[in-house]
């Protein structure tokens, strides 16, 4: 049993940063990824980012790149988002997402899924 929570959402600036974490318990083969997706009041999934249990590949929507990096740390059995430069329409709530082993940007590629963290980015 695999098992996802998620950590660090918040209320932030324009301009300012978060950093999301994701704390993955139980065990998944080596081929598969995780994810985080966010999910906006009235809108569905969105796909975020992407990074391979190896933490050789990363994968992240066009609307994050350059300002939202993915990371894992194996011996920690962690995966973080660092976002930077976050905008108002980055606010949402944010899902850490499990065992992928297909295409990273599908919402049904994924197994598990955390209870999600609020981002809020305001004014």
């Known amino acids: 049993q695999v098992q996802l929570e998620e950590s660090g959402g918040g209320m932030v600036q324009p301009g300012g940063s978060l950093r999301l974490s994701c704390a993955v318990s139980?065990?998944?083969?080596?081929?598969?990824?995780t994810g985080w997706f966010r999910r906006a009041p009235g809108k569905e999934h969105e796909f975020v980012a992407a990074v391979t249990l190896s933490g050789g590949t990363t994968f992240y929507a066009d609307p994050v790149k350059g300002r939202f990096t993915i990371s894992r740390d194996n011996p920690k059995n962690m995966v973080t988002l660092q976002m930077n430069s976050l905008e108002p329409e980055d606010t949402a709530t944010y899902y850490c997402?499990?065992?992928?082993?297909?295409?990273?940007?599908?919402?049904?590629?994924?197994?598990?899924w955390g209870q999600g963290t609020q981002v809020t980015v305001s004014s």
């Open positions: 139980g065990h998944t083969p080596s081929s598969k990824t």
């Open positions: 997402a499990g065992g992928c082993n297909g295409r990273v940007d599908y919402r049904e590629c994924y197994v598990y």
